[in-house]
């Protein structure tokens, strides 16, 4: 047997780590001197001390040790407790993996808020009148790009222009936004299941957005803004054109997405 100091080095667990174990009931001493109180390990007392520090290693609590060497006889009971610890790790990768994306895709937005803070500002224009066609719904924002696909099947050869969005509600919708998608076309035509008109032009406030459309209330804040230190009266709809975004295939880098953001005034 072993005093505990020696024993302490061959197993490479600390004197103090040893006496935590013994008051656990995890780990007892093969003898403990009674006029000393050394305590003295033995060859049993190795091997479970191997497995302490193999189960400590592996992420495993004080008291999930104790509770493993209570329940279990053998390495066969062991291992139910290894693939159990092994699947939270294996879950905690994948919620790690997410923030590590979230977190590099929230630096990298806030270095673009940096450049497009830089570069782009409101400015007022004139929009002229043009053709468009176009299709309504109600429903969520996220719904948007399905209904482009409509448009473009059914009136792709008359496009001539971006594509962009008339929202008609004066305020935040969470399932039930009035929305309009369109395109504009060279000419007046008439398309089933789409609503072709003239879109009525005039002088307007737009701000240019890059990156993901989740920031865009960001540049709207700013756009808004303006409109308040100008007294200028904001007239629906409100217009967002997408100048750069997904593909039908490709959805691209949201990084570099481009959109406008139009009020008419």
């Not at 407790?81 to 590099?104: D, G």
């Not at 008439?190 to 540049?219: D, F, W």
């Amino acid at each position: 047997m072993l005093p505990i100091g020696e024993f302490s080095k061959v197993t490479q667990l600390t004197i103090k780590a040893l006496r935590i174990y013994h008051e656990e009931g995890i780990l007892i001493p093969d003898k403990i001197d009674k006029f000393t109180n050394y305590r003295y390990y033995g060859d049993k007392a190795f091997e479970r001390a191997k497995i302490i520090k193999d189960l400590k290693e592996f992420g495993f609590s004080l008291n999930e040790i104790k509770s493993i060497l209570e329940i279990c006889k053998d390495d066969r009971e062991v291992a139910v407790f290894l693939e159990k610890k092994l699947k939270e790790i294996e879950s905690k990768i994948k919620e790690h993996k997410f923030l590590k994306e979230k977190l590099k895709l929230y630096i990298e937005n806030s270095k673009e808020d940096i450049k497009m803070d830089e570069n782009f500002s409101v400015v007022e224009k004139s929009l002229p009148e043009k053709f468009i066609c176009g299709i309504r719904f109600t429903g969520i924002y996220q719904e948007v790009g399905n209904y482009f696909k409509e448009i473009y099947k059914k009136a792709g050869r008359y496009s001539t222009g971006t594509a962009f969005a008339l929202y008609y509600d004066a305020e935040y919708k969470e399932n039930d936004a009035d929305i309009e998608t369109c395109t504009e076309v060279k000419k007046e035509v008439k398309i089933e299941g789409l609503n072709c008109r003239k879109l009525q032009g005039g002088k307007c406030v737009s701000i240019m957005h890059k990156g993901p459309y989740a920031n865009l209330h960001k540049s709207y804040k700013k756009i808004f803004d303006y409109c308040t230190e100008k007294k200028y009266k904001i007239l629906i709809p409100i217009r967002e054109f997408y100048i750069k975004g997904p593909g039908m295939i490709f959805k691209g880098n949201p990084n570099y997405y481009i959109s406008e953001i139009v009020f008419m005034v």
